[in-house]
């Protein structure tokens, strides 16, 4: 499993400033970032190109692209089966798309999440509550990557 993979690279890239659309450990991400580069820290290459975007995107549309890309490269779990390591995909407010971003991170009492939050840096975040009520969908790294042409 990759689960404690993704955790430990997710950890290097703590006080990573925040800086929309980049991914470059210890100078700028977000957190679509953030989760891009655990993804090249695991098997070297993204799985696919991202495109430029605003900070209401995909909002006009009511277009869930974060879902849609997710669902494309990595095994979506139920919610409360979420395992240190997985993805996490929040809706920020009810009626919006869903477009932030953690990895789980610890579980049992106090549960965290690393992620790249505006006005702050990548951070281990305590997975409260109110942050939990935000959760839409969970997603976990697969072992392997299909082989090319697969």
Known sequence: MQGAKAVKEARV??????????SVKGVGTDCLGLL???????????PEAVPAYTYDWAEP??????WGAARRHMQEVPRDEAM???????RMRGGAVAKH?????????????IHAYSG??????PLTPPWQRRIVAAFR????LPEEGQ
Do not use: K, M, N
Request: one cysteine or more; glycine letters at 14%.
């Open 120 to 125: 702050h840096c990548v951070l281990e975040s």
């Open 13 to 22: 890239w703590i006080g990573t400033p925040y800086h929309h659309q980049a």
């Open 36 to 46: 891009r580069g655990v993804w090249r820290g695991l098997y070297g290459a993204e």
């Open 141 to 144: 790294f697969p072992d392997r």
């Open 61 to 66: 549309q009511g277009d869930e692209r974060l």
């Open 101 to 113: 971003l953690g990895l789980r991170a610890q579980l049992g009492q106090q549960p965290t999440f």
């Open 84 to 90: 240190a390591g997985d993805v996490l995909l929040f």
